[in-house]
């Protein structure tokens, strides 16, 4: 390998303090790094990407010694590279990677159980746990208190939970949305992605975009495009078809053609979401299907057929924000939260 120098350290640094970094973002910073002992100007937006995975090249194979990795996952949303520092021993939750407590971690474990278990369900894959729901999650639930492998102790109060949920966010495990719902973030979805299939998945094959309908124990889904794991998009009309696509991913793939589901050639609306807006369908199939109701269903509602056994039916993820603000109100514990954007 090439001389590791000062320039690979402070790349390095930059990772360890900056969690997640965009191209642009990693173009302004080698622009920054290599102006250093250049007399002329860098302009970040020319400086050539094979530079920089050359660099990157170079800087993993003298981390690999730690069981660290600079890696990288398209964004969700428009496809461009995230690049993010990788723990690549961690079989537990962020444990080595970070400074947090078995109570934290232990949190933390519970939202991801709300994201990929609880809100996850076959009318509605929201993969996505809204801010006052997670706040709740805040007390150890009964049977977890000691003893149970990993995790914590009483749990957390109000407040910390509060504080863990705003760490979790600035260390790029977590994002939260303009409508307050938190997701995993692109660091999240890098260093999580095998425990994540590890746990909410039978089998790592019955998970694939190519798995049949039939109904299973995988609750992680995959885009049937570029095959990376997918907490946003769209899914075909047919919920018992296992199609998933990201928004982007959708878009180029019926630029050309036809939009049909690449699954089981029925029509595709692209109008059956993935994420946080799946919650709002949720609120209306269950009204649809529970006390009589004035609320339209705003489209027609395909029977899921590939319900699995493993989805919590009875959970009410309520999107009205007044009635979350109301109960917080009444929650003893609950802090003012400064964390408002
Ligand atoms: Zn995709
Ligand atoms: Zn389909």
């Not at 003298?62 to 021993?89: C, G």
């Not at 946080?276 to 899921?304: C, D």
């Not at 989805?311 to 109960?327: A, G, N, P, S, Y």
Request: aromatic share 8%.
């Amino acid at each position: 390998m090439s001389t590791f120098n000062d320039n690979h350290r402070a790349i390095i640094q930059a990772f360890m303090c900056r969690k997640t970094l965009k191209m642009h973002d990693m173009k302004e910073l080698f622009a920054t790094i290599f102006a250093v002992n250049n007399p002329d100007p860098i302009d970040p937006r020319t400086f050539p990407e094979n530079e920089i995975q050359i660099y990157l090249f170079d800087i993993n194979e003298e981390l690999s010694r730690f069981d660290l990795e600079i890696k990288s996952i398209r964004s969700q949303d428009d496809r461009t590279p995230i690049y993010a520092l990788v723990n690549l021993s961690s079989d537990t939750v962020i444990q080595s990677a970070t400074h947090h407590t078995a109570d934290e971690i232990a949190y933390f474990r519970r939202l991801l159980d709300a994201m990929f278990d609880t809100n996850n369900q076959a009318n509605a894959e929201v993969f996505a746990v809204k801010r006052n729901d997670a706040e709740r999650l805040h007390k150890a639930p009964r049977g977890e208190e000691e003893g149970n492998e990993g995790s914590g102790g009483k749990g957390l109060t109000m407040y910390e939970a509060q504080q863990a949920l705003q760490s979790f966010v600035e260390e790029g495990w977590l994002e939260r949305s303009g409508n307050q719902w938190y997701s995993l973030a692109p660091r999240g979805l890098l260093e999580l992605s095998e425990y994540l299939k590890k746990t909410y998945n039978s089998s790592e094959t019955a998970g694939s975009p190519n798995s049949s309908p039939t109904p299973g124990e995988d609750l992680i889904r995959f885009c049937y495009l570029c095959k990376d794991m997918l907490t946003v998009g769209q899914r075909c009309d047919d919920y018992s078809c296992p199609a998933r696509m990201h928004n982007p991913c959708a878009k180029v793939l019926f630029e050309k053609s036809d939009p049909k589901c690449p699954g089981c050639k029925k029509v595709w609306s692209g109008d059956s979401p993935v994420g946080e807006k799946a919650a709002a369908r949720l609120h209306v199939v269950r009204r649809q299907g529970g006390r009589a109701s004035t609320v339209g269903t705003g489209g027609k509602m395909p029977k899921a057929d590939g319900v699995k056994e493993r989805r919590k039916q009875t959970r009410v993820i309520d999107d009205d924000e007044e009635d979350d603000e109301d109960e917080d109100e009444e929650d003893e514990e609950a802090h003012e939260s400064d964390g408002e954007e």
